[in-house]
């Protein structure tokens, strides 16, 4: 717990270093706490040219499809606190990102009054949802050309080096304050140890 809390305040600091984001690229990806019953997102953003992390938030959320009637069956209702984690993110990224930066997602339909308010001068791009292939544990695209590449394949790499991320695990994740601080000591050896120096 004071690694993952230290390691929140490293990310924060190393990315302060940097000038602002000219072009960043956001999304949720989903795993699960402690069952498939118990969906969380995961909010991530990067640099889209470095790959480089700038933030991410853990919400939990509501399973969806035939998982729903089980879910709800089994422990109620549960909240879906997605959209509060993204302004929770998007709060915290507001110094990180250019004024007028450029920012990339998917064509989530929460997402636009979002951007607009936390980066009003910003240009939000919305990119069409590819399939996944069987490469990158589904995060990586079956097309030749992925707008939204640097962003996938950081999630690719998030699902390849956190074991409770994986698609198929015992390692599974009991608090999901506990996935965020695991996360953020990632996220700071991905800044800091995987990618190349400025």
Same mark, same amino acid.
């Given at each position: 717990?004071?690694?993952?809390?230290?390691?929140?305040?490293? #990310?924060? %600091?190393?990315?302060?270093?940097?000038?602002?984001?000219? @072009?960043?690229?956001?999304?949720?990806?989903?795993?699960?706490?402690?069952?498939?019953?118990?969906?969380?997102?995961?909010?991530?953003?990067?640099? @889209?040219?470095?790959?480089?992390?700038?933030?991410?938030?853990?919400?939990?959320?509501?399973?969806?499809?035939?998982?729903?009637?089980?879910? /709800?069956?089994?422990?109620?209702?549960?909240? &879906?606190?997605?959209?509060?984690?993204?302004?929770?993110?998007?709060?915290?990224?507001?110094?990180?990102?250019? %004024?007028?930066?450029?920012?990339?997602? &998917?064509?989530?339909?929460?997402?636009? &009054?979002?951007?607009?308010?936390?980066?009003?001068?910003?240009?939000?791009?919305? %990119?069409?949802?590819?399939?996944?292939?069987?490469?990158?544990?589904?995060?990586?695209? /079956?097309? /030749?050309? &992925?707008? #939204?590449?640097?962003?996938?394949?950081?999630?690719?790499?998030?699902?390849?080096?956190?074991?409770?991320?994986?698609?198929?695990?015992?390692?599974?994740?009991?608090?999901?304050?506990?996935?965020?601080?695991?996360?953020?000591?990632?996220?700071?050896?991905?800044?800091?140890?995987?990618?190349?120096?400025?």
């Amino acid at each position: 717990m004071f690694l993952g809390e230290q390691a929140h305040k490293r #990310l924060d %600091e190393s990315n302060r270093l940097h000038p602002p984001a000219e @072009v960043m690229a956001f999304d949720d990806m989903e795993t699960a706490e402690h069952s498939k019953l118990k969906p969380l997102s995961i909010t991530l953003a990067v640099e @889209v040219r470095s790959r480089r992390i700038l933030g991410l938030e853990v919400s939990r959320m509501p399973a969806k499809g035939h998982l729903a009637r089980m879910s /709800r069956k089994k422990y109620g209702v549960r909240k &879906d606190e997605r959209a509060r984690g993204r302004q929770k993110l998007f709060a915290r990224l507001s110094p990180l990102v250019a %004024e007028n930066a450029i920012i990339k997602s &998917d064509e989530n339909p929460h997402y636009p &009054d979002d951007v607009k308010r936390f980066f009003p001068h910003a240009q939000h791009l919305p %990119e069409k949802g590819q399939r996944g292939s069987v490469a990158g544990q589904g995060e990586l695209k /079956r097309v /030749r050309f &992925d707008p #939204l590449f640097h962003l996938n394949h950081t999630c690719a790499m998030l699902r390849a080096n956190v074991n409770r991320l994986f698609r198929k695990t015992w390692c599974l994740t009991k608090k999901p304050e506990k996935l965020a601080l695991h996360l953020a000591m990632y996220a700071v050896y991905h800044n800091l140890s995987l990618l190349k120096p400025p």
